[in-house]
């Protein structure tokens, strides 16, 4: 278990919201995934969004007090329903989700952000809701998921064949053909990549994306060995 701070403009987000969802729910109840939690652990980009999963029994009992607090705390434009809910703060956005976890969650204690002490999704899930969950299930495809997925391949691969492994080969290929397809507008989906590191990416960012989810296995089946909980065997970024 690690402890990893959440970095700007993320961590004014979550400094917006963890107190009124502290008053409802347990520490031990909240989770923060996404960008947020991968940009703890890599420093790769900046996230402009906070992403919390909170067990749906939990969520479905507290949502409407959940909402209050958060409307008290200047929180704006704050919408739930049946599993979500999502709201703007001053540096950006937030949403909640019920969706139970996609892998095995391995014994040991999770990595954590010191602030709150808020668990950090793993990597390896995180990174699984991208790509089945956004991608596949929802269609929708933005620049920084791709980046995301190359980063991966460097800092962690086996999170990202753990990632890999919740796609059938017929759904990474068109997961790969759909990302191939936007050429040089891939890395101009959604919200505009910032404070990246490795800017050379960019202009290939659908080929590199698209191979790395053909790939499977993305560090070979022998050495796909790894827990997927963000600690890369030949490059750990703490």
Same mark, same amino acid.
């Given at each position: !278990? @690690?402890?990893?701070?959440?970095?700007?403009?993320?961590? =004014?987000?979550?400094?917006?919201? +963890?107190?009124?969802?502290?008053?409802?729910?347990?520490?031990?109840?909240? +989770?923060?995934?996404?960008?947020?939690?991968? =940009?703890?652990?890599?420093? /790769?980009?900046?996230?402009?969004?906070?992403?919390?999963?909170?067990?749906?029994?939990?969520?479905?009992?507290?949502?409407?007090?959940?909402? $209050?607090?958060?409307?008290?705390? %200047?929180? !704006?434009?704050?919408?739930?329903?049946?599993?979500?809910?999502?709201?703007?703060?001053?540096?950006?956005?937030?949403?909640? @989700?019920?969706? %139970?976890?996609?892998?095995?969650?391995?014994?040991?204690?999770?990595? &954590?952000?010191?602030?709150?002490?808020? %668990?950090?999704?793993?990597?390896?899930?995180?990174?699984?809701?991208?790509?089945?969950?956004?991608?596949?299930?929802?269609?929708?495809?933005?620049?920084?998921?791709?980046?995301?997925?190359?980063? %991966? &391949?460097?800092?962690?691969?086996?999170?990202?064949?753990?990632?890999?492994?919740?796609?059938?080969?017929?759904?990474?290929?068109?997961?790969?053909?759909?990302?191939?397809?936007?050429?040089? &507008? +891939?890395?101009? !989906?959604?919200?505009?990549?910032?404070? $990246? /590191?490795?800017?050379?990416?960019?202009?290939?960012?659908?080929?590199?994306?698209?191979?790395? $989810?053909? @790939?499977?296995?993305?560090?070979?089946?022998?050495?796909?060995?790894?827990?997927?909980?963000?600690?890369?065997?030949?490059?750990?970024?703490?």
């Amino acid at each position: !278990m @690690s402890e990893f701070e959440i970095i700007a403009p993320a961590d =004014a987000i979550l400094l917006q919201i +963890a107190p009124p969802l502290l008053q409802v729910l347990d520490r031990e109840d909240i +989770a923060i995934g996404g960008g947020a939690a991968l =940009a703890a652990r890599w420093r /790769h980009r900046r996230s402009t969004d906070v992403d919390l999963t909170v067990p749906r029994s939990v969520f479905e009992r507290e949502a409407e007090r959940i909402a $209050v607090l958060l409307r008290e705390a %200047a929180v !704006m434009d704050v919408q739930h329903g049946r599993g979500w809910m999502t709201g703007a703060c001053a540096d950006g956005e937030f949403s909640i @989700s019920t969706t %139970a976890p996609l892998l095995p969650s391995p014994a040991e204690s999770a990595d &954590h952000e010191g602030r709150f002490r808020l %668990a950090l999704q793993r990597t390896a899930e995180i990174l699984g809701r991208k790509l089945r969950l956004r991608m596949y299930n929802n269609g929708d495809f933005v620049s920084r998921d791709f980046y995301d997925i190359c980063t %991966a &391949h460097e800092r962690d691969p086996s999170a990202l064949d753990r990632a890999l492994s919740t796609l059938t080969e017929d759904m990474r290929r068109e997961i790969a053909q759909e990302i191939g397809s936007l050429g040089q &507008h +891939a890395s101009r !989906m959604g919200r505009p990549l910032t404070g $990246v /590191h490795r800017p050379e990416w960019l202009d290939d960012l659908a080929d590199r994306t698209g191979r790395l $989810v053909m @790939s499977r296995f993305a560090i070979g089946p022998e050495a796909a060995g790894g827990d997927g909980s963000g600690g890369s065997k030949s490059d750990h970024p703490t």
